[in-house]
């Protein structure tokens, strides 16, 4: 197990499922034999407000359970909640990834990844929920976690009707990144 | 059913002597509640029929089944007489305590 | 359900009430304790857990049904959190005094006004005197390990009495982490069916629930009182017991960390304590003597250890998610209370955080130790602020 410390913020709007997924990262994080957490941002919950999550991974056990100040990746699964100023919670070197079908504008140094997640969603899952999709995103800025963890996190967490076409979703964003 | 009997209360001396726990032995009465009555209610064992009517309707519960008809229980008995006053046959009657 | 599994605080607890086979589960859903009580119910509902699963319209009520099934013999289980704890405060006394061995999970939240549905320590803190055993948890694993370590102590003859396990609100109800989730053979090997002659019977009835006199009202309290002192003694054999069974082990009513020589010393309570070892061990790196303790039982208050545990520290301070308004922190009471017994003078700090979902942060840490450090005046702090305090 190689040295690994990430904290991931999840932007997303109740009900799209941005805290499952920061689970089911979490969870194949635990498979791969990481530690992790995952919590929403806590609160009243409504349909449609926006919402954060949080994966903390780390190879050493994560005492510190607060929200994190500075993060190493930023999941936007909602072009309305993209923000260049977003960038102003990235830890140096860290990354964004926005499911947009836009031109997106990108923060000075900043790695800014886009993809079409909701298209795909559609096609596939037949309704555009891009929570598992954008992990396809992030997975190759997190090799550690492994996709076949994320698949057997999905078994295991996901409603069983969701499992197959979401994991059908991951592998063709993967094959189209390739 | 178990019946409320007359028990001496044992003085407790010590912690250890307290019930341990949540519960103590049901049915225990330290004292009669008897003496003070005017009247007590007597029962015609030719009149009753043991439809244990009054035995519903005692307050203090010392009416007992028996196997034919009823037994008071004089100890606890405070004569309030309705027992007396719900029997149908007037098998029950208030008597003068003397 | 066995093995490691990625889920929640309440979920884990939940999980721990399943494998100790509560038999009569009665509770009322309030934010953040509800996934507890759903989850028990789907256990119920899907036939994994044989037990009666009682809707209740309060949790007054669902307290009293506890105990009345309580004292039929049955295992019960039940857990709330914040107002709902307040609102059946009356009961809280009725089934420490009755002697009822029910365990509680509590979601420790905030109590209005202003109202908040974010994590501190007041609600069950103020409920101190009521005669429970209070226990605060650290992660989800040990939550799970609680719950059924809970009933162990619970039923112990000796103890006879009523748990509450509390849970920082959201902190580690609502986290995922990763849990081992035992087998139910470990759980009967650990953990044996209730059995009691303190109970409802036909056969030997009794009174429960009874009225005491002047004569000997008093001497009951103190016998209550005993049996809340029996768990330091029975704690350390049920936790060896359970190690032996599960591997996990947590020790007895606090748990020291780097306090054989430590100099400094941060008391604290719940889920914000690896956070204070994390800065312990940042201070140990920069040559300050600095440990930590973290109290896992408020009830009964563990002064002997704490005592024992300071015994080379010049300075002590209580990191704590509550005030007790007037006067000081009411873990720092209980914890000077017992310092003052110490052999040798410490100085005592008091520092307030945490509250109504505060963030404590690493920075707030340290600033504690510094304070302590710096020898700054004994008075009592309010950490973390967001505005000038200019009142």
Known sequence: MSRLTKEITWYGRGGQGAFTASRILGAAAMLAGYQSLAFPSFGPERRGAPIRAFTKISDKSITDRSIPKKSDHILVLDDSLYDPALADGLKEGGSIFVNTAKEVPKPDGVMVITGDISRLAEEILGRPIVNIGIIGLLLGELPEIGIQNIFVSIREYMPSKTVDKNIRLLETILSQKK | ?98 | MSGKKFISGDEAFAQGVRLAKAQVISAYPITPQTIVVERLSEMVEEGELDSKFLHVESEHSALMAAMGAAATGARTFTATSSQGLLYMAECLTYVAGGRFPIVMMNANRATALPWSIYGDHRDSLSLLDHGWIQIYTENAQESLDMAIQAYAIAEQEEIRLPVMVNLDGFVLTHTYEAVDIPTQEQADAFLKPRETWDKLDFDKPVSMAYTVGPDLNEEYNLLHHKALLNVAKHIENIDVSFEKIFGRKYGGLINGYRTEDADLILITLGSISGLVRDVVDELREEGVKAGMIRIRFMRPFPAEELIRETAHASAVGVLEKDISFGFEGTVYSNVNSALSKSAHKISTYDFIGGIGGKNISKEDVRSCFAAMQKKESEEVRFIGLEVEDDI
């Open chain 2, 1 to 98: 059913m178990i019946k409320a009997r007359l028990t001496e209360r044992k003085k407790i001396r010590r912690l250890s002597e307290l019930p341990q726990g949540g519960s103590c032995t049901a049915g225990i009465l330290i004292e009669k509640n008897a003496g003070w009555r005017n009247k007590r209610p007597e029962v015609d064992p030719e009149k009753c029929v043991g439809c244990h009517q009054c035995y519903l309707y005692c307050p203090d519960g010392v009416i007992v089944k028996a196997q034919k008809g009823i037994v008071i229980d004089y100890d606890f008995c405070k004569g309030c007489g309705i027992c007396a006053k719900v029997c149908a046959l007037k098998a029950i009657t208030m008597e003068d305590e003397r």
